[in-house]
């Protein structure tokens, strides 16, 4: 017995349904759009900053969809919104017999700033080696004698910091020829270009060779000079890379190349052991530690804290953004306006698009001469500056973002529809309809409309593609939702500021990647199953 709901198909279209099911990937796509918008619509049900169900005090409430002022269970307290967390902490409700709340999967609402306590983070100690050359400066005379010496050149001589002046260049280093011919040339005033060689210690002592660096002298000089500049650094490891260590609570190595740890020297590492201990209790000042080969390295020891944005953590498994919200609740709420809004502008883009290009290919002349004209002025205008006009007067809305989406998002629906209705109303069933005295209207969405609509249907799924990815770049770009509405777009947004934090980037690029790719496969099953070459007969 055929139920009387059911919709009466035709045969071609019920071929073009087995069509699109036996393409399996477009099916199954559908079908996975389908269950993701229908969890997003519920979204409330799986990430909500209030409890889905409370009891107080014998009575039932259901904060998550309706409001209730914190006066309603606390006397005197503001007429504003309760603080459930606090509330369930007050021993009223604790200790009352039958008080319970229900909470959502997801405990977190979107737009919910979490505080950066109620995050717990096991101990993390982060421990930053950078490579740092010694460096000094000096003034010689003539006899290569030093007469002048920042702090820090004594370490180069091996003596302390103020028996350094007196001590002469030639005993202490191998110095080129080239090199002293360079100081006899800025002595006598010439103009020379800068210039460094690598010297060796007189004495062969451990500690390699030194690089000494004379500076430019651009313009000569009458005068003969009395003293110059040398700059005198190490050569140790001017090459050698950063080194990036994270350890827990027992100083076990959780991420890094434990290979370069083991490296270290054992009196070094201890060092930094007994560093990395006391960072879990108070903050470590960055201090120099002497590796390997007379490597001196910078270490930064530093405990991991919260802050915002931040990493993926138990409870929160796609990360925190710029202001302590949850990603994930922001992702799922965000996939329900990217949808809702892609097919309420198609729906109104592809409605108005069909009345004005069906009226204008079905009666012509004068009709379609103006209707493409005033098309050709409409789609001229500037949308984008439209939009910023009428956000900066009307504020940033919701439905503003569809209407002006939509006043313009028409016009290739129109030009699609003129041209089948040109097409097809000098079909001989038109004329038929014509001469049996049938009404324009019924003529057009009766007999001509459901044979000119292929074209716009296999459309369908790549506009709401165009949609989405149109919604996301204004969002992107601040010109979309008003904050703090989630919106992939906006998360985007705060990754190009917060490069480092990749879990920004990452999941809504992903999300936003995925059910593009959805509907693109959903569209080459439509676009394969209404393919005009397999079903040529008019309805």
């Given at each position: 017995?055929?139920?009387?709901?059911?919709?009466?198909?035709?045969?071609?279209?019920?071929?073009?349904?087995?069509?699109?099911?036996?393409?399996?990937?477009?099916?199954?796509?559908?079908?996975?759009?389908?269950?993701?918008?229908?969890?997003?619509?519920?979204?409330?049900?799986?990430?909500?900053?209030?409890?889905?169900?409370?009891?107080?005090?014998?009575?039932?409430?259901?904060?998550?969809?309706?409001?209730?002022?914190?006066?309603?269970?606390?006397?005197?307290?503001?007429?504003?919104?309760?603080?459930?967390?606090?509330?369930?902490?007050?021993?009223?409700?604790?200790?009352?017999?039958?008080?319970?709340?229900?909470?959502?999967?997801?405990?977190?609402?979107?737009?919910?700033?979490?505080?950066?306590?109620?995050?717990?983070?096991?101990?993390?100690v982060t421990l930053k080696l950078l490579p740092r050359v010694r460096s000094a400066e000096l003034r010689i005379d003539p006899d290569l004698h030093v007469v002048l010496a920042d702090y820090g050149a004594g370490g180069f001589f091996g003596v302390d910091d103020e028996a350094v002046v007196g001590k002469r260049l030639d005993e202490e280093f191998r110095l080129p020829g080239a090199l002293c011919q360079a100081v006899k040339e800025r002595f006598a005033g010439e103009a020379v270009p800068s210039a460094s060689w690598d010297c060796l210690r007189q004495d062969g002592r451990e500690g390699g060779s030194v690089v000494l660096h004379l500076s430019t002298f651009a313009e000569p000089s009458a005068q003969p000079r009395s003293l110059i500049k040398v700059i005198i650094r190490e050569q140790g490891n001017q090459s050698t890379g950063d080194f990036l260590f994270?350890?827990?609570?027992?100083?076990?190595?959780?991420?890094?190349?434990?290979?370069?740890?083991?490296?270290?020297?054992?009196?070094?590492?201890?060092?930094?052991?007994?560093?990395?201990?006391?960072?879990?209790?108070?903050?470590?000042?960055?201090?120099?530690?002497?590796?390997?080969?007379?490597?001196?390295?910078?270490?930064?020891?530093?405990?991991?804290?919260?802050?915002?944005?931040?990493?993926?953590?138990?409870?929160?498994?796609?990360?925190?953004?710029?202001?302590?919200?949850?990603?994930?609740?922001?992702?799922?709420?965000?996939?329900?306006?990217?949808?809702?809004?892609?097919?309420?502008?198609?729906?109104?883009?592809?409605?108005?698009?069909?009345?004005?290009?069906?009226?204008?290919?079905?009666?012509?002349?004068?009709?379609?001469?103006?209707?493409?004209?005033?098309?050709?002025?409409?789609?001229?205008?500037?949308?984008?500056?439209?939009?910023?006009?009428?956000?900066?007067?009307?504020?940033?809305?919701?439905?503003?973002?569809?209407?002006?989406?939509?006043?313009?998002?028409?016009?290739?629906?129109?030009?699609?529809?003129?041209?089948?209705?040109?097409?097809?109303?000098?079909?001989?069933?038109?004329?038929?309809?014509?001469?049996?005295?049938?009404?324009?209207?019924?003529?057009?969405?009766?007999?001509?409309?459901?044979?000119?609509?292929?074209?716009?249907?296999?459309?369908?799924?790549?506009?709401?593609?165009?949609?989405?990815?149109?919604?996301?770049?204004?969002?992107?770009?601040?010109?979309?939702?008003?904050?703090?509405?989630?919106?992939?777009?906006?998360?985007?947004?705060?990754?190009?500021?917060?490069?480092?934090?990749?879990?920004?980037?990452?999941?809504?690029?992903?999300?936003?990647?995925?059910?593009?790719?959805?509907?693109?496969?959903?569209?080459?099953?439509?676009?394969?199953?209404?393919?005009?070459?397999?079903?040529?007969?008019?309805?």
């Amino acid at each position: 017995m055929r139920l009387p709901l059911r919709p009466k198909l035709s045969p071609i279209t019920r071929k073009r349904l087995r069509q699109f099911r036996s393409m399996k990937r477009a099916y199954w796509a559908f079908w996975v759009l389908v269950v993701l918008y229908a969890v997003s619509l519920g979204s409330e049900l799986i990430c909500n900053d209030r409890p889905l169900y409370l009891k107080f005090a014998g009575e039932s409430y259901f904060p998550a969809f309706r409001y209730y002022p914190a006066s309603t269970f606390t006397p005197g307290a503001p007429e504003t919104r309760c603080d459930y967390l606090a509330l369930a902490a007050q021993p009223e409700f604790r200790d009352g017999p039958g008080n319970y709340m229900l909470w959502a999967p997801v405990p977190y609402g979107p737009n919910e700033v979490i505080a950066t306590d109620r995050i717990s983070i096991p101990p993390r100690v982060t421990l930053k080696l950078l490579p740092r050359v010694r460096s000094a400066e000096l003034r010689i005379d003539p006899d290569l004698h030093v007469v002048l010496a920042d702090y820090g050149a004594g370490g180069f001589f091996g003596v302390d910091d103020e028996a350094v002046v007196g001590k002469r260049l030639d005993e202490e280093f191998r110095l080129p020829g080239a090199l002293c011919q360079a100081v006899k040339e800025r002595f006598a005033g010439e103009a020379v270009p800068s210039a460094s060689w690598d010297c060796l210690r007189q004495d062969g002592r451990e500690g390699g060779s030194v690089v000494l660096h004379l500076s430019t002298f651009a313009e000569p000089s009458a005068q003969p000079r009395s003293l110059i500049k040398v700059i005198i650094r190490e050569q140790g490891n001017q090459s050698t890379g950063d080194f990036l260590f994270r350890f827990d609570e027992n100083q076990k190595l959780v991420s890094g190349d434990a290979s370069h740890w083991d490296a270290i020297p054992e009196a070094a590492r201890t060092v930094l052991t007994e560093s990395l201990a006391k960072a879990l209790q108070e903050p470590v000042e960055p201090f120099l530690v002497e590796l390997a080969d007379g490597a001196n390295f910078e270490a930064r020891i530093e405990r991991e804290v919260v802050n915002y944005p931040f990493r993926p953590v138990s409870g929160h498994w796609l990360g925190l953004d710029d202001t302590g919200r949850d990603v994930f609740a922001r992702l799922l709420y965000g996939l329900r306006i990217s949808m809702t809004f892609g097919l309420i502008l198609v729906v109104a883009s592809v409605a108005f698009g069909i009345l004005f290009g069906s009226l204008q290919g079905y009666f012509g002349g004068l009709v379609d001469l103006s209707g493409q004209r005033f098309t050709e002025i409409w789609g001229a205008l500037p949308f984008l500056y439209i939009m910023i006009l009428l956000g900066n007067v009307y504020g940033r809305s919701f439905s503003l973002l569809i209407f002006c989406y939509a006043i313009f998002n028409w016009i290739g629906i129109s030009y699609y529809m003129r041209a089948e209705m040109l097409r097809l109303r000098k079909q001989p069933f038109v004329e038929a309809a014509r001469c049996q005295g049938l009404p324009s209207r019924r003529i057009i969405f009766r007999h001509i409309l459901p044979n000119a609509l292929v074209p716009v249907i296999t459309l369908f799924p790549f506009l709401l593609v165009g949609a989405i990815s149109a919604l996301t770049a204004l969002d992107f770009l601040g010109f979309g939702l008003p904050p703090p509405t989630p919106s992939w777009g906006e998360l985007l947004g705060q990754a190009q500021d917060y490069r480092w934090a990749w879990w920004l980037i990452l999941y809504p690029s992903v999300a936003l990647f995925a059910v593009m790719l959805l509907c693109v496969f959903v569209g080459e099953g439509v676009r394969s199953a209404f393919d005009p070459r397999r079903h040529s007969r008019m309805q």
